[in-house]
């Protein structure tokens, strides 16, 4: 098993920043990708980030590229989401994700084990 541990999230008005973290615990040696994903009120969860643990490849939808940035620290066990530039359509609960499988990916059926989630609302 593999536990994951969100943290970070918060108010902010937009065009701010904010800096979420994942703490990864278990059997982490399992684990090929980390992701992170989001969810509003009665919409469908989409992924946002996604890295491999080797750190060699990384993903992100179009939404957000270039204003999120996902990186770990391997020695910390940790999964940050560097998020700038904020707008109020990046409100949503926050989920930090692990997949065993091989392949780069931000759908979110693709992946194992998930986080309790941590909310962002950005007002405008």
């Known amino acids: 098993q593999v536990q994951l541990v969100e943290s970070g999230g918060g108010s902010v008005q937009a065009g701010g920043s904010l800096r979420l973290s994942c703490v990864v615990s278990g059997y982490t040696y399992s684990v090929n990708y980390m992701g992170w994903f989001r969810q509003a009120p009665g919409k469908e969860r989409e992924g946002v980030a996604t890295?491999?643990?080797?750190?060699?490849?990384?993903g992100y939808p179009d939404a957000v590229k270039g204003r999120f940035t996902i990186s770990q620290d391997n020695a910390k066990n940790t999964v940050y989401l560097q998020m700038n530039s904020l707008k109020p359509e990046d409100t949503g609960m926050y989920y930090c994700a692990a997949r065993t499988g091989s392949a780069l990916t931000l759908n979110a059926y693709a992946y194992n084990y998930w986080g309790q989630g941590t909310q962002v609302t950005v007002s405008s």
């Open positions: 890295i491999s643990t080797d750190g060699a490849r990384s």
